[in-house]
């Protein structure tokens, strides 16, 4: 890295590096690799305030941690302050790092209930479940956290002005993905909206940014071009959780450590199938890898036949054994 860019990183040295909430991803297994390859924290994938009251066990599964991860916010979804609140001081019991709710997702199903980004057109509602669980949480002596986007429509920035009542009704730290819930997944996150959240909310809570980072480069632009106080890291960890060592090194001025060899992400690949059978069972294990090793194994020679056998794999002990013959 060049001596310039080095220099600016030595001041972000003390900047969090976590792994960004991905439903579908970021369970127990992954976060734990995450979190030995140089995550400082992560965060749950996302957990129905409503099923987990309802006493719904699948629901309950989510919210699993374990002693080998490095702290996990757990994350609610909901749009009932009463029982986003009742969530939150059901989930506060099992210790986590904080309680987050979710006003970023832009996912249709979730939005059409009022949930996720929706909440973004109804800042007063927002408010209230912040302040519900806001209270939840700090009762049990947790930190209140909110993950929000940049606003609900193109054109129509709010966060700055949206992050500021939820910081008075009681948020401990705003994450801003930096895209429009229209925007989805593209064009490219607005660093800028950070910026102008961080601005409004100056010192009053933590500013988080998410969106693109995928290396040293982007998170060093992205704490330069924000001030932001620390950033997530979603999609581009997903096949390669060593991405927050290179960050961390980066960040700390310090050679960034080398892309991991072929060996390495097979076997990563392998470890993760291991744990999540062990979580899941075999039969759901070797489902929920299938995606999950093929992002591991991508760009080595002969990982696309690999990848169609292992969609027909259905033995933990076969898919180990085809992953296994990439090395
Ligand atoms: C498959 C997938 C699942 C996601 N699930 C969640 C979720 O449960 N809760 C949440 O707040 N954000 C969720 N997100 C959004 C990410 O946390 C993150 O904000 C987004 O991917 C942008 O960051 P990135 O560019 O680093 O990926 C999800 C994203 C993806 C791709």
Sequence with gaps: ???AQKD???VSGAVKVGLAPMAGFTDMPFRILCGERGADFAVSEMISATALTRGDAKTADLAATDPREKPCALQIFGHDPATVAEAAAALAGSRPLAIEINMGCPVKKIVSSGDGSALMKDPDLAGKITEAASRAAHAAGLPLWVKIRAGWKKGEVTAPAFADALVSA???RITVHGRTRDQMYAPSSDNG???AVKEKIGKRAEVF???DVDGPESAIRMIKETGCDGLLVGRAALGDPWI???IKAALAGEDTPPLPTKEERVSAAIRLLRDVCALYGEERGVRES???????IKGIKGSAA???RLNHAETEAEFKDILSRLI
Excluded: K, S, T
């Excluded at 299938?290 to 591991?296: M, Q």
């Design 1 to 3: 890295m060049a001596a």
């Design 8 to 10: 600016d990183a030595v």
């Design 170 to 172: 009681g948020a401990d």
């Design 193 to 195: 909206v950070i910026r």
């Design 209 to 211: 940014g998410n969106g």
């Design 244 to 246: 927050f060592g290179r």
């Design 290 to 296: 299938r995606g999950r090793a093929a992002r591991f």
């Design 306 to 308: 690999v990848r169609d």
